[in-house]
């Protein structure tokens, strides 16, 4: 079955240093791989995505994530954390199975505090 | 990009009702998507929402209790039927940036609290 680690249920990370946010998969094939940002009060937001290409991608608010295929992983990171980017962290892959829509199995969520 | 407005933001309902959640996307899209998030918990899609057709269910979800509406390429409508306390979530409504990109847009969601 296809499906989405998020190991860690919070992460607290000092304002200012690097931070990583865990995820692991588990899907046939080649992996569609996302990471979304949920504020308090508000939807998801996308933050970036992996299909193919450069391990390393890039996207929204300075974040990054790295793709290993080995590890199958997909680990969220960022070189210096702000206050602001406390929120809840979903990562998520695309079903392979769900055609050419975009039905996404997602991980149950990291929450990231960042402290002054 | 897609603006998704969802209808209500949050409310408050008695236990043997139903509630109607409304979504309005500023552009016309093929699929929508109607999530569950359960208070400490992940994302579950419900139903997928295709215009003209019946709704999709997921495995555990069924249309007598989750039915839902897409009378348009802009709207769609889920209710939640014969409320009960375990029915307390959040709603979200999504939809796709295009096919085959794996991204989705997602409304700010609807906070229902089961009494």
């Known amino acids: 079955a296809q499906s989405v680690a998020q190991p860690e249920d919070q992460v607290n990370v000092a304002e200012g240093n690097p931070l990583t946010v865990k995820c692991t998969y588990s899907v046939s094939g080649n992996p569609y791989l996302f990471w979304y940002v949920q504020y308090p009060n508000r939807g998801l937001q996308f933050l970036l995505k992996?299909?193919?290409?450069?391990?390393l991608v890039k996207g929204s608010y300075g974040f990054e994530a790295e793709f290993n295929k080995s590890q199958t992983s997909f680990h969220l990171k960022k070189p210096s954390a702000l206050v602001s980017d406390s929120a809840l962290y979903f990562c998520a892959v695309r079903d392979p199975f769900s055609g050419g829509y975009n039905k996404l199995i997602f991980g149950a969520g990291t929450r990231l505090a960042v402290h002054p | 990009s897609a603006v998704i407005s969802q209808k209500p933001s949050r409310d408050i309902c008695q236990r043997g009702t139903s509630l109607t959640i409304q979504c309005q996307v500023d552009?016309?899209?093929?699929?929508m998507f109607w999530y569950r998030q359960q208070p400490g918990q992940s994302l579950t899609l419900i139903a997928t929402a295709n215009q003209g057709s019946e709704a999709t269910y997921e495995s555990g979800f069924v249309i007598d209790k989750f039915p839902i509406s897409r009378p348009n390429l802009t709207f769609s409508t889920l209710t939640v039927s014969n409320m009960s306390p375990e029915d307390s979530s959040i709603y979200l409504c999504s939809v796709t940036a295009g096919i085959n990109t794996g991204e989705l847009f997602f409304g700010e969601g609807s906070r229902l609290t089961v009494l």
């Open positions: 992996y299909i193919t290409g450069d391990n």
């Open positions: 552009s016309q899209v093929t699929m």
